[in-house]
C-alpha cells in the first residue's frame, strides 16, 4: 500500500511540474534564448524519426554554420529511417530525410547544448528525470508560434494533413526561433 501511495504521490509531483512548466514555457523559453548565445543546439523529440530531424536540418539550412544542429530521441534504439511518405512530405518544404538514422540522447548531450528544443510535455518530463539542471536551457519550440498550445504534435501514425499541419507548425515555430536567435545575436 505504502508503494502504491509513494506512486501516486510521485504522479502528482510530475504533474505539477508539467502544468507549472506548461504555464511558464512562453517566459521561459524567450528567457532562455535572449540570454545566452546558442552555438549549441539540440532538438528534442521521442523518437527522432519526425519533429526534431525535421527541426534540424531546416535550422541548419537557415542559420550560419557558427551553428551546431542536432537531434535526438528518447526512444531507446537508434538508427531508425524515417517514413516513405513523410520523407516526401517534408521535401516539400527544402528538407530531405532520406537519409536521416534516429538517435538515442545520452546526458553529456545536455551538457554540451546551449539550448534544447523541445515539443511537449512527454520530451519534457523525460529531459528532466536524465537532468533537472537543463531548465536554463528548454526552449517549447510550440511556445514560439502563435498557437494557444505550446505541445507540437508527434506526426507518427498521423494522416497526411494531419502531418502537413505539424510540419507547417515546425516550419513557424523554426522560423520564430531563429528570429529571436539573430536579434539575441544583434543585441549582444
Same mark, same amino acid.
Given at each position: 500500500?505504502?508503494? &502504491? =501511495? @509513494?506512486?501516486?504521490?510521485?504522479? =502528482?509531483?510530475? *504533474?505539477?511540474?508539467?502544468?507549472?512548466?506548461?504555464?511558464?514555457? =512562453?517566459?521561459?523559453?524567450?528567457?532562455? =534564448?535572449?540570454?545566452?548565445?546558442?552555438?549549441?543546439?539540440? !532538438?528534442?523529440?521521442?523518437?527522432?524519426?519526425?519533429?526534431?530531424? &525535421?527541426?534540424?536540418?531546416? +535550422?541548419?539550412?537557415?542559420?550560419?554554420?557558427?551553428?551546431?544542429? $542536432?537531434?535526438?530521441?528518447? &526512444?531507446?534504439?537508434?538508427?531508425?529511417?524515417?517514413?516513405?511518405?513523410?520523407?516526401?512530405?517534408?521535401?516539400?518544404?527544402?528538407?530531405?530525410? %532520406?537519409?536521416? #538514422?534516429?538517435?538515442? !540522447?545520452?546526458?553529456?548531450?545536455?551538457?554540451?547544448?546551449?539550448?534544447?528544443?523541445?515539443?511537449?510535455? $512527454?520530451?519534457?518530463? +523525460?529531459?528532466?528525470?536524465? @537532468?533537472?539542471?537543463?531548465?536554463?536551457?528548454?526552449?517549447?519550440?510550440?511556445? #514560439?508560434?502563435? *498557437?494557444?498550445?505550446?505541445?507540437?504534435?508527434?506526426?507518427?501514425?498521423? %494522416?497526411?494533413?494531419?502531418?502537413?499541419?505539424?510540419?507547417?507548425?515546425? !516550419?513557424?515555430?523554426?522560423?520564430?526561433?531563429?528570429?529571436?536567435?539573430?536579434?539575441?545575436?544583434?543585441?549582444?
Amino acid at each position: 500500500m505504502l508503494k &502504491f =501511495i @509513494n506512486q501516486q504521490y510521485n504522479r =502528482i509531483c510530475w *504533474f505539477i511540474k508539467y502544468k507549472l512548466a506548461k504555464k511558464n514555457a =512562453i517566459n521561459s523559453s524567450l528567457t532562455v =534564448i535572449r540570454s545566452s548565445q546558442a552555438k549549441n543546439v539540440l !532538438v528534442m523529440c521521442y523518437g527522432n524519426i519526425y519533429r526534431s530531424p &525535421f527541426v534540424e536540418a531546416y +535550422l541548419k539550412s537557415r542559420l550560419s554554420d557558427d551553428y551546431n544542429i $542536432k537531434s535526438a530521441g528518447f &526512444f531507446k534504439k537508434s538508427g531508425r529511417t524515417v517514413a516513405q511518405d513523410y520523407i516526401e512530405l517534408t521535401k516539400e518544404f527544402g528538407v530531405d530525410l %532520406s537519409t536521416h #538514422l534516429s538517435n538515442c !540522447v545520452y546526458a553529456a548531450q545536455f551538457n554540451w547544448a546551449d539550448h534544447i528544443l523541445i515539443m511537449d510535455g $512527454k520530451n519534457y518530463k +523525460l529531459a528532466m528525470q536524465i @537532468n533537472s539542471d537543463i531548465k536554463k536551457k528548454l526552449v517549447w519550440l510550440g511556445a #514560439l508560434d502563435s *498557437f494557444t498550445d505550446i505541445e507540437i504534435d508527434d506526426p507518427y501514425a498521423k %494522416s497526411e494533413n494531419e502531418q502537413l499541419n505539424i510540419v507547417k507548425r515546425l !516550419v513557424n515555430s523554426s522560423d520564430s526561433y531563429i528570429s529571436l536567435v539573430n536579434a539575441s545575436e544583434e543585441a549582444a
